[in-house]
């Protein structure tokens, strides 16, 4: 991992990035002297790990006093070894996707890991906060003792496994303040500035990071202290979060700011007007011109414009308008600026959490009927603010209303159904997969434009209902001249469903 992480950096340069914490402590604890120049160190570092990689290590004997013997109470109950075969599957990457089922079924049915797959299970947990979520309230002493031995999983310690504020490093500061900050806020701010002065910026930013997880009224003072911090990326993010707070004296003046420039009419036809002169003061609103510039085309005083509303709750704009969200989006999206306007609605409501308008504009989306052009990041980050049932509802509404065989690859209910984000319920699964043996029993002809249904096939494959294996098994058009094109993705399909459905079975069985 170190050795993969080096090269990462001598191949950015270190004048692009700098060496992270974590590496930077392996590298001391391996005598290397990190007081040099980055260039120096990294060079050091390679020439060392080079030659470690092509030798082997004998492991030092353990001085001092021997860890402490970890009891597993006789109630904890380890899953059967016909479990652990099938976890050896998912963790080979035979069935990948399927951690998150079978680590949630697992807890379903009070069950435990056995402790040798627990350090694979750690670093899968570092890449899924989720997944974690699920599993860390289920772990024994000993998976916690396991945890405060390795510094690359430190990120993965709560604060109940007796952290002190005054004893710890940044890392471990930011676990504990993350943690006391969605109980005691005020409290977690207050230990925050007995230290802030001292604290590097980039350190800084991180902590802010933080805070933005659980951002309550109350950090509006400690915020609005540090819009005169003598780092310009600081101020900028604190003015950023202040606008994350929809009743602080900073959302309020970024609402009014925006209000002369957008006028409502009858009908709801709303005029927009650019400001005559680009003002002066953005980054007091904490607007970075220069980033705007790059991410919109329209112009720098559209950008402007854009940046604003990309801040500013969108419940902002019902009272304001006094019309409802889907004619507000309609109304932004036909305007002459709705290139601009569109991709601002979902920053903002990305930023402000707000399902309503995530779900009405996901509805507006897809009555376009255009290519979908969201980053990834941002689809993803859209669709996990709908409900499950919000999900199925409008993907199986616009299949049955439109066509049950998805030809646009970048249409929206394409993108969502590929994110493997939501069990699909049965009716979704049916006219997905039903729709598609269909088609390939009438069909003569190959077309390279469905391509994106072997993705399909293989989201399905983690969210249908495992139940729907044996129908789903039947009646493929065996003898369809096209048949041989998709065969193989089809039988990854049903071997993906019927494991899925022996491992829910086997996880069961007492």
Known sequence: MIWAELARIALIGTDQTAIPENIMDLLAARGMDTSSSADQLLLDSAAVFNQMRKAGLIIPTHQGNPPPKIDIPETSKICSYRVIRMLRKI??????????????????????????????????SLKDAGMWEVLSDRLDERARWLIQLNPEWHGLASA???????????????????????????????????????????????????????LTQSDEAFLNDLKKDKRKEVRLKARDLLANLPGSSFAQALSDLIKPFFQVHEKLVV?????????????????????????FASGVKASWVAAVVSRISPSFWEDYLSAKPRNIIAAFYESHLGDVLGQALVLAIIRHQNAEWAEQLVRHEMGRGLPNTWQYAELL??????????????????????????????????????????????RLSRLVIEGFRQWMAETQTFFWNLLHYQRILESA??????????????DWPYHSPVWPRWEAAVQRFLKTLSFRKDMITALQEK
Request: no cysteine; hydrophobic share 35%; glycine share 4%.
């Open 381 to 426: 980050q859209l669709t996990k603010l709908l409900t499950p049932t919000t999900f199925n509802d409008i993907t199986y509404y616009y299949l049955q209303y439109n066509g049950s065989m998805l030809e646009e690859e970048n249409h929206i209910v394409t993108r969502m159904l590929l994110l493997r984000e939501f069990p699909w319920e049965e």
């Open 271 to 295: 005029s927009i007007h650019l400001p005559d002169e680009l003002p002066t003061a953005a980054e007091d609103y904490g607007i970075d011109l220069t980033k705007a510039k790059k991410k």
């Open 91 to 124: 963790l080979d990457g035979t069935h990948p996707y399927a951690l998150n089922e079978f680590l949630s079924h697992m807890v379903r049915q009070d069950k435990q890991l056995p402790p040798e797959f627990l350090p694979e299970i750690f670093e899968a």
């Open 160 to 214: 109940s496994d007796g952290m002190d504020w005054y004893n710890i490093g940044p890392r471990g500061k930011k676990i504990l303040f993350d943690h006391l900050h969605k109980s005691e806020p005020e409290q977690a701010i207050a230990l925050l500035e007995t230290e802030w002065s001292l604290l590097d910026y980039k350190i800084k930013l991180e902590f802010l990071e933080e805070l933005a997880k659980s």
């Open 461 to 474: 494959a983690y969210n249908v209902p495992p139940s729907l294996v044996d129908p789903f098994g039947r």
